[in-house]
Every structure is written in C-alpha cells, then in structure tokens.
C-alpha cells in the first residue's frame, strides 16, 4: 500500500507564492520520479514539473522560471515552489510518483495523490 499525501493549496493574490508539499509512504523499494500536474476546471490534467531520481527536472513552458521543483530522497517528499503567481495556475495540483514497491522491476507503477486546489486570485 502506498499513499500519497499532498499539502500546501490555498487562495493567493496573483504575484504571490505558494509551496506545495507532496509525501509518499508505505511499502516503497525505491522512487523514480516525482512530479505534479494540474487539472483546471473544463480542462485535461497536463505536466507541471518533474524530477527524477538523479536530480533532472523538467518543466512546462507556462512555469519556467516561476516554479522550482525538488525533492527529499531521504524524506520520500516532493516540493513545488510556486513564485509570481498568475490567476491563469488556478487549479488543482496533483502529486504523482514512479517507484517500486518491491526490487523486481515489474512492481515500478505510477502512484497519485488526491489533489490540492490552488487559486489565484485578487
């Protein structure tokens, strides 16, 4: 069983920050990537940033340069600061992972969790 458990959402006045947290636990072997994505109302749920177990990290052309991900191998944790706000974020953010639950590679499965709302607004 594994569980992922994000934080940090909330309302912010455009240009503001925000940090959003995202916590895996339970039975994991190892952790390939981390990352979020966003799901705004009436639209698909697309890429925000990612980070891989090496430290590479990816992000979508609407946040570079505003957002920074990162992560806490030692704490199975995932950040996203969220800088120079713009009501155009507001949505929900899901946390996802790509680990293993086991040393055999078949176990490698995506995990996500159950979103948190961020709104940008004056």
């Known amino acids: 069983q594994v569980q992922l458990v994000e934080s940090g959402g909330g309302l912010v006045q455009p240009g503001g920050s925000l940090r959003l947290s995202c916590a895996a636990s339970?039975?994991?072997?190892?952790?390939?990537?981390m990352g979020w994505y966003r799901q705004a109302p009436g639209r698909q749920r697309d890429l925000v940033a990612y980070?891989?177990?090496?430290?590479?990290?990816n992000y979508a052309d609407s946040v570079k340069g505003r957002f920074t991900i990162s992560r806490d191998n030692a704490k199975n944790t995932v950040y996203l600061q969220m800088d120079s706000l713009k009501p155009e974020d507001t949505a929900v953010y899901y946390c996802?992972?790509?680990?293993?639950?086991?040393?055999?590679?078949?176990?490698?499965?995506?995990?996500w969790g159950e979103g948190t709302q961020v709104t940008v607004s004056s």
């Open positions: 996802y992972a790509v680990l293993r639950t086991t040393p055999q590679f078949a176990s490698i499965h995506a995990y």
């Open positions: 980070v891989n177990s090496g430290g590479n990290t």
């Open positions: 339970g039975s994991i072997f190892s952790i390939n990537t």
